[in-house]
């Protein structure tokens, strides 16, 4: 059957049509909706939302649920998702900048880890964009420190326990201690500990208190000893075809995001410690032992990875220093 069209008919077809284009982002998550990393990306799609009039909508997929943690960089580069947020130091294999976050008491401070992004960033987003990627901003957890189940004071107590693994760096870390590490994504943190997979972990208190950590350990020892970040990028082309409007919108919230996040993560390090101590966790500062011997991997580990980041390293390294 034809279709003819009158003029009031087409006038009234166009007026049906959204003056803009309606354009949809999925952006998929490997954390929970309770997270602050999470709630501030919610807030970012909402900035855009506002900002475009509805023109650029933003989904956020948490907890995995659109692609695993794994899987999220080369969803996001195939195009499959148009922007994302993993852990920076998940992509350490592929450039060793992805990891100078996760060094032990390299950048143990916020105002250190902030000197340290400004040092890194550069090098961050020249990887990213190798690979098609731009990167919007990203975010640090509060400071990374013990879960363990009786209180440690000696370094040597912690020989041979299991110990739940995030990156590279924490299972490095765990060997130096003579632990035991295995990889576990933060969502399966609760059934890796009650399968009996792992007894000890080190995270933020953040996710502490998001995986509910009293429920398998007992003790907090309060190291604070790195801050790894979130990073949130979105495929380049993805970014290229909106209209100017609103690439103006997306970049102004990444930069609000990132100013926001940075200061969530501050406020959260003593809310979710007094948190673990509310639910009954024993919060306790490290022994001198302890800080020693985590001082000592601290250098191994930043002599390791100035050995396999080279040239590029030791400038970021220096910039870092300098500041
Ligand atoms: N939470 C994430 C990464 C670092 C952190 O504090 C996790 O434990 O997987």
């Excluded at 949809?24 to 475009?52: C, K, L, S």
């Excluded at 990156?167 to 060997?175: D, G, I, V």
């Amino acid at each position: 059957m034809k279709h003819y069209i009158t003029a009031a008919g087409f006038a009234a077809a166009l007026a049906a049509t959204p003056a803009m284009a309606q354009t949809n982002w999925d952006m998929p998550t490997p954390y929970g909706d309770a997270v602050f990393h999470t709630q501030n990306i919610t807030a970012f799609a909402d900035e855009v939302r506002a900002a475009t009039g509805g023109s650029l909508d933003i989904t956020i997929h948490s907890a995995g649920s659109l692609f695993a943690h794994g899987q999220i960089k080369d969803s996001v580069r195939r195009g499959l998702a148009p922007a994302g947020e993993i852990l920076m130091s998940q992509l350490v294999n592929e450039n060793p900048v992805f990891g100078v976050d996760s060094i032990p008491f390299l950048a143990a401070s916020y105002d250190e880890a902030a000197a340290l992004w400004s040092a890194s960033r550069g090098d961050v987003a020249a990887a990213l964009e190798d690979q098609g990627l731009t990167l919007l901003f990203s975010v640090p957890w509060p400071g990374q420190s013990f879960f363990l189940r009786e209180e440690v004071t000696d370094p040597a107590q912690l020989q041979g326990v299991t110990f739940r693994a995030y990156n590279n760096a924490t299972e490095r870390m765990a060997q130096l201690l003579g632990m035991i590490p295995t990889q576990v994504e933060a969502g399966d943190i609760p059934t890796a500990f009650s399968t009996g997979r792992v007894a000890s972990m080190i995270t933020s208190p953040s996710t502490g208190v998001s995986s509910q950590a009293w429920d398998y350990t007992s003790h907090y020892i309060d190291v604070q000893a790195w801050l790894p970040k979130n990073m949130v990028f979105v495929n380049t082309d993805a970014l290229n075809a909106l209209t100017d409007d609103e690439r103006a919108a997306v970049l102004a919230a990444a930069e609000a995001a990132e100013a926001r996040g940075w200061e969530m993560s501050r406020a959260e390090t003593a809310t979710q410690i007094a948190a673990l101590e509310a639910a009954g966790m024993t919060v306790m500062q490290p022994s001198d032992a302890l800080s020693a011997r985590l001082a000592e991997i601290g250098e191994i580990m930043a002599a390791e990875w100035l050995d396999g980041a080279g040239d590029a390293g030791a400038a970021v390294l220096d910039t870092y220093r300098a500041n």
